[in-house]
């Protein structure tokens, strides 16, 4: 008999094993981001255990997310690509479906949102707009090099001809990364993640998060913040300043990262999602021609229709051209507050 209970603490290294155990988990079950998310945005969450006996056999990461808007939703996970059921067996699935619908009910959210690499089951709506770029790596990172095409090679060898320079670290490097994608949020009309929430990031995710800065001579010219799970390198945030992209530094980034994944026995390095046909999908695709359909999979509670909670939605567009010319200073205070909302 499979029963299904809410994550406490008791179940802290039960979860980090079963995770591991499991070839189909992803980055986003960690359990470093319980505390992370809770506390650098501020969403409730409702982790859920699925027993058989004592034995983990399915978890589930969910958060409550209430808008300024008044709704409420429950998703899996926010701001991560991943996310959604992991588990040993159809009836551990089905037991964590049936308890997030229950909770859905009690918390009168409007849905559900799970975002699974493969779809949870056949019987829930899917979205497949989104698709994620996984780079295969190995030992020698000039295997990887040779299999890239001229192009694209030619434009890493630009960045090093560029004298760019690419370092690593954890929280004293974020300053300076976060004063690059702040920038970049702005100029692009995206309100910006915290730096809060970038700090509760490294507090929790320890040893599995850290920075990556490229250089220019003194001055950072871009950054990312790399998450490491398993086999897997993951890089879910990066930016750079728009005036000196002739210097190739998302290319330096990039393979900065790739070379690192290499050295340390990585086995697969992921770009992240991109909407296809996106400016950075075309990007990505560069790097790896053959992208990973993702399967968004929704509950839908108190709606009767895929949600468009998020800033691609064409109706978002007039509020996009004005966050543009607000100065930083406001955009840097407000946006956290702003897109918190949006998972």
């Given amino acids: ?5 809410p994550y406490s603490d008791k179940y802290h290294a039960e979860w980090d094993k079963f995770v591991l155990s499991r070839p189909e988990a992803t980055i986003a079950h960690q359990i470093g981001w319980r505390l992370a998310i809770a506390e650098g945005l501020g969403h409730k969450p409702f982790y859920l255990v699925a027993l058989s006996g004592s034995d983990i056999c399915g978890v589930l990461p969910l958060f409550f997310v209430k808008t300024w808007w008044q709704t409420k939703y429950l998703i899996s996970m926010p701001w991560i690509d991943y996310g959604g059921i992991l588990a040993d067996s159809e009836i551990a699935t089905e037991a964590l479906l049936n308890e997030a619908n229950r ?3 009690e918390t009168k959210a409007e849905f559900i949102e799970f975002r699974s690499v493969d779809p949870v089951t056949s019987e829930l709506p899917i979205r497949t707009d989104k698709v994620t770029f996984q780079l295969s790596l190995q030992p020698d990172s000039e295997l990887i090099w040779k299999s890239f095409n001229a192009k694209l090679r030619n434009q890493i060898r630009k960045a090093q001809k560029s004298e760019l320079k690419t370092e690593f670290g954890s929280i004293d490097k974020l300053p300076e990364f976060y004063k690059v994608f702040s920038w970049k949020m702005h100029q692009l009309g995206t ?3 915290g730096y809060k929430f970038f700090e509760s990031i490294l507090k929790h995710l320890g040893n599995s998060a850290e920075i990556i800065l490229v250089r220019k001579d003194d001055k950072v010219i871009a950054g990312g913040l790399i998450i490491s799970f398993a086999d897997q390198l993951y890089v879910p ?5 728009s005036n000196i ?3 190739c530094p998302n290319h330096a980034l990039y393979w900065g990262v790739i070379r690192r994944g290499c050295e340390n026995g990585y086995n697969w390095f992921d ?3 991109s909407t296809i046909d996106s400016n950075t999908y075309r990007f990505k695709k560069q790097w790896v021609p053959e992208p990973k359909q993702l399967h968004w999979q929704y509950y839908l509670n108190r709606c009767d229709k895929i949600p468009a909670i998020n800033p ?3 109706k978002y567009r007039i509020f996009i051209n004005l966050w543009r010319k607000l100065p930083l200073s406001v955009a840097n205070i407000l946006g956290p507050k702003v897109i918190r909302n949006f998972p």
């Fill in 1 to 5: 008999m499979i029963t299904v209970v």
């Fill in 103 to 105: 909770i859905a009910k």
């Fill in 191 to 193: 309100p910006v993640w």
């Fill in 237 to 241: 945030s990066a930016a750079s300043y």
């Fill in 245 to 247: 992209l002739k210097f």
């Fill in 271 to 273: 770009f992240g999602r």
């Fill in 312 to 314: 691609d939605n064409e």
